[in-house]
């Protein structure tokens, strides 16, 4: 399987980890609770698996910044937190990192 799907899999499980993490208020709702350990589970599995493939800088670079994106997108959307153009402003370097070392540089195998 190409490595960036196994990537895109892993950030997804970690933001449904970090989701339910959110809402097992500090472990003390079960389902959500179990939602965090299957999550993180399978994006520790996932990334395990792109590792094989893929720089550890890019693989690890690229799935805590797009993490940090999605889970800032998903406290926005889901748990109506604030967005400022600060805020804004960061996630959009964020994603132009990612960008530059998946892209641009000589990082990623490509």
């Not at 097992?24 to 299957?38: A, H, K």
């Not at 890019?58 to 889901?78: E, F, P, R």
Request: some cysteine.
């Amino acid at each position: 399987m190409h490595p960036y799907v196994l990537l895109a899999g892993a950030i997804l499980s970690e933001l449904f980890g970090t989701t339910a993490l959110k809402l097992s208020v500090g472990f003390s709702r079960p389902i959500p609770s179990v939602g965090v350990v299957l999550g993180y589970g399978a994006a520790f599995y996932l990334l395990s698996l792109t590792l094989k493939q893929l720089p550890i800088g890019v693989v690890y670079g690229t799935w805590a910044a797009l993490g940090i994106v999605g889970v800032a997108g998903i406290g926005a959307v889901v748990f109506d937190e604030p967005v400022d153009l600060a805020g804004l402003l960061g996630i959009g370097l964020i994603i132009g990192g990612v960008y530059c070392v998946n892209v641009v540089s000589q990082m990623s195998a490509h």
